[in-house]
C-alpha cells in the first residue's frame, strides 16, 4: 500500500502563485520505482491530468493548457512530488490531486491507470 498526502492548496487570486506538495509514504515503499502525476477535477467535470512526471524526474508531461504555466518535479530523497502553479487562472480552480502507479506509461493521461491517490486539496482561483 501507498498513501499519498497533498497540501498546499487555498484561495488566491487570478495571476498569483500556488506551490502543491505530495508526501508518499508506504511499507517498504520505494518512490523511485512509481510514476506520479496531478490530477485535477472541478464540479461537473471528469477528472484531468495536469501533469505526470517520470520515475528518476528526468522528463515530465503536461496538458497543453497547462504548459508553460505549471511545472511539476519530485525529490525521491524526500519521497515528495511538487506541483508549481504559476499564473493561475479562474479556470484552475478544482480540486487537485496526487496519484502514483509503479506500472502506468509516464505519458498515461487516463486516471483509471493509477492505483494510488491522495485526498485531494482544494484550489480556488478568484478573478
Known amino acids: 500500500q501507498v498513501q499519498l498526502v497533498e497540501s498546499g492548496g487555498g484561495l488566491v487570486q487570478a495571476g498569483d502563485s500556488l506551490r502543491l506538495t505530495c508526501v508518499l509514504s508506504?511499507?517498504?515503499?520505494?518512490?523511485?520505482?512509481?510514476?506520479t502525476g496531478w490530477f485535477r477535477q472541478a464540479p461537473g467535470k471528469e477528472r484531468e491530468l495536469v501533469a505526470a512526471i517520470t520515475r528518476s524526474g528526468s522528463d515530465a508531461y503536461y496538458a497543453d493548457s497547462m504548459k508553460g504555466r505549471f511545472t511539476i518535479s519530485r525529490d525521491n530523497a524526500k519521497n515528495t512530488v511538487y506541483l508549481q502553479m504559476n499564473s493561475l487562472k479562474p479556470e484552475d480552480t478544482a480540486v487537485y490531486y496526487c496519484?502514483?502507479?509503479?506500472?502506468?506509461?509516464?505519458?498515461?493521461?487516463?486516471?483509471?491507470?493509477?492505483?494510488?491517490w491522495g485526498q485531494g486539496t482544494q484550489v480556488t482561483v478568484s478573478s
Open positions: 496519484a502514483a502507479d509503479k506500472n502506468v506509461r509516464s505519458t498515461s493521461r487516463n486516471p483509471a491507470e493509477f492505483d494510488y
Open positions: 508506504g511499507r517498504t515503499f520505494s518512490i523511485s520505482t512509481y510514476v
